[in-house]
């Protein structure tokens, strides 16, 4: 059956010209389009949609309204937001409920292009249940002392925009929702925006203050979550491994010199474990189990995760920064941390990614059993003289 797609706007034009634009595409979609959020609501209790695109500003219902509704009632649906409007609270207020922000005016190739990614990604996870949890996230879990401590900072007198970059990029959930809103085609950014410093420095100080002082932008993990699942741990191994990542791709002969290969890498690395911070936050008493399982039995966490839940925390992660827009190479690398070979032969984030990640759980979990290094992916990559290399540089950045 062919992908649903609803379309939402109040002005009749827009509807009739997004018709004509996407005409070509009445074979491999099938569309419909609604004048106001009760009559998509309403188009949606009849029928199940994949996607919904909507205005933001419409009388009697907004956008965000809309999409709030439609999170609640139908969390399967991917949620994105059409609209040319430029108020920074508006965006903020559409943003939490919408996977993605796409502006006025769009190119066809750029909406099919995102709505095609999105329902490549809705095919990732078939635990329906998992599905529903991930798509209803809004913002990840951050840590409390990291949050406390940005919170301080943008209330000095003085702040400093590199010392705010500084302290968001030490948290996983701060680092993915700067990067999804500033990703997002409110901003205009010629290129995808793959490091935090960067993200922050870009946006600015006044609207990054309005981001962050905005109601619900960050959700701070609970005291007692953090304790039971130590998630404090993967946060540091997270930051350990985007920063190892980043060094492995650089002093990788064939790239060396490549700065967004680099960005990607740090950010690939860093986010690579998300969906662990879901599925902790989301399947507490299981990952508890989980993690007092591993302590016995000779079972990886994926195995675990697949028996327990039905997912792993690889395809969490990145079906929902895939739903967020973050670029494929960072999807990749999240979704095949753990399996490299299932991949192109290409050299990507993914392969320092994965080195990172190995090497750095063989440096600092001695009592963890870990599957035999996959020598064969780097030998397909032509890289096999680098493996050693990469292990020495992994123990000289942790000793730092």
């Known amino acids: 059956m062919s992908p649903r797609i609803i379309f939402v706007d109040d002005e009749p034009h827009v509807l009739a010209g997004l018709r004509r634009m996407l005409r070509s595409m009445r074979d491999s979609w099938e569309m419909s389009f609604a004048s106001s959020g009760e009559q998509a609501l309403k188009l949606m209790d009849l029928m199940k949609f994949d996607v919904i695109i909507s205005d933001m500003r419409m009388p009697e219902m907004s956008g965000a309204e809309l999409l709030t509704r439609v999170m609640e009632k139908h969390p399967e649906t991917v949620r994105i937001v059409l609209s040319g409007y430029s108020d920074i609270e508006l965006v903020l207020k559409s943003i939490l409920p919408a996977h993605q ?61 590199p010392e705010i970059g500084r302290i968001i990029s030490r948290d996983v959930g701060m680092s993915a929702k700067i990067l999804k809103l500033v990703n997002s085609s409110f901003f205009g950014f010629a290129r995808h925006i793959g490091s935090t410093e960067q993200a922050v420095n870009l946006i600015g100080l006044n609207v990054m203050k309005a981001i962050i002082l905005y109601e619900n932008i960050f959700n701070v993990c609970e005291a007692s979550t953090l304790k039971n699942l130590k998630l404090e741990r993967v946060w540091e191994h997270s930051i350990n491994v985007g920063r190892i990542a980043k060094r492995l791709i650089e002093i990788t002969p064939q790239t060396t010199g490549d700065k967004q290969l680099s960005e990607e890498a740090f950010i690939a690395g860093m986010l690579h474990d998300v969906g662990k911070i879901i599925l902790g936050a989301n399947f507490h008493d299981t990952y508890i189990h989980i993690h007092n399982r591993i302590k016995t039995e000779k079972l990886s966490m994926e195995e675990l995760e697949l028996e327990e839940i039905g997912t792993t925390h690889a395809e969490v992660g990145a079906y929902l920064l895939g739903l967020w827009g973050t670029s494929e190479p960072i999807v990749e690398a999240i979704a095949f941390h753990h399996s490299p070979m299932a991949t192109t032969s290409e050299i990507r984030p993914l392969a320092v990614v994965y080195a990172a990640d190995y090497f750095e759980r063989e440096e600092t979990q001695i009592n963890v059993a870990l599957l035999p290094f996959n020598a064969d992916y780097f030998s397909k990559l032509g890289l096999s003289t680098m493996i050693d290399k990469y292990r020495k540089e992994t123990a000289t950045i942790l000793g730092q």
């Open 101 to 161: 922000y796409i502006s006025k005016p769009c190119e066809p190739e750029k909406l099919r292009d995102v709505v095609e990614r999105a329902l490549n990604m809705s095919k990732i996870i078939s635990n329906e249940k998992v599905k529903e949890i991930v798509t209803k996230i809004e913002t990840l879990p951050v840590l409390p002392g990291v949050y406390q401590e940005l919170m301080n900072e943008i209330n000095k007198p003085e702040c400093s925009l």
